[in-house]
């Protein structure tokens, strides 16, 4: 099926056609995951063959705004019963009174070296980085978080930290640098639930750098959607 032919993109299903305004907004992960959960419905229920189903999820994630996603999903039933989703709060700019111990659960440091945290790990509620003459990567995008409240705190002397995360969390941070440069890309995910890291620190000499890594989204979360398309298949199949 070619979702890009006129028919489809001018079919309005009733009661559930956005606004101007709205279509226009960019689609958060969290839109992009709503549609992907329909579509993977769709697929379970016979609705979509395996072929159309692949199609359209490749079209999700190049969607740029909600008119685009909604394209999608106009010739299913689930887009005649809920419009748009619904939009969240910005994550609070600093972490909630006691969430955050004082101590830190894992401290990485590099002293004219270098050190990493990257792959399949744990997060801990908070994590100190230290680059001293030397660099620091602290990369969350495919760990597990426990907690929703994460902070980073940051000192690079001489030295820089460079900090990843995954694109649908919300990403917070306060601080400065001397001689230096501390740069955090403010993110609000979509899903209320999703963990927010706060990344704290100076940056004296050197460079304290935080923003989401493309492509990755957080495991449990992701986790998550594989399970519920695993039940609606088993369902579907008679298991």
Do not use: C
């Not at 939009?87 to 009174?97: N, S, W």
């Amino acid at each position: 099926m070619d979702l890009s032919k006129q028919d489809l993109q001018k079919q309005e299903p009733a009661g559930a056609a956005l606004r101007a305004s709205d279509a226009a907004l960019r689609a958060s992960d969290a839109e992009r995951d709503r549609i992907a959960d329909i579509l993977h419905d769709a697929l379970a229920e016979g609705r979509l063959t395996a072929d159309e189903h692949a199609e359209r999820v490749e079209g999700v994630l190049r969607a740029k705004t909600v008119g685009e996603l909604e394209v999608f999903i106009r010739d299913l039933p689930a887009a005649h019963r809920q419009g748009p989703g619904p939009v969240h709060a910005p994550a609070p700019l600093r972490p909630t009174a006691g969430a955050i111990p004082i101590d830190a659960d894992d401290n990485v440091v590099a002293v004219f070296s270098s050190a990493v945290r990257k792959g399949r790990w744990r997060a801990g509620r908070r994590i100190h980085a230290y680059a001293i003459f030397g660099s620091v990567e602290i990369d969350l995008s495919e760990a597990l978080f426990d907690h929703q409240q994460v902070v980073v705190k940051s000192f690079a002397i001489f030295g820089n930290v460079d900090i990843r995360v995954p694109e649908n969390v919300s990403l917070r941070g306060t601080g400065g640098g001397v001689l230096g440069s501390f740069e955090v890309a403010t993110l609000d995910s979509g899903e209320p639930q999703a963990p927010i890291v706060y990344v704290d620190g100076w940056a004296v000499l050197g460079s304290v750098e935080a923003r989401p890594k493309r492509g990755k989204v957080v495991a449990d979360i992701l986790d998550r959607v594989h399970r519920k398309v695993d039940r609606s298949l088993r369902r579907h199949l008679g298991h």
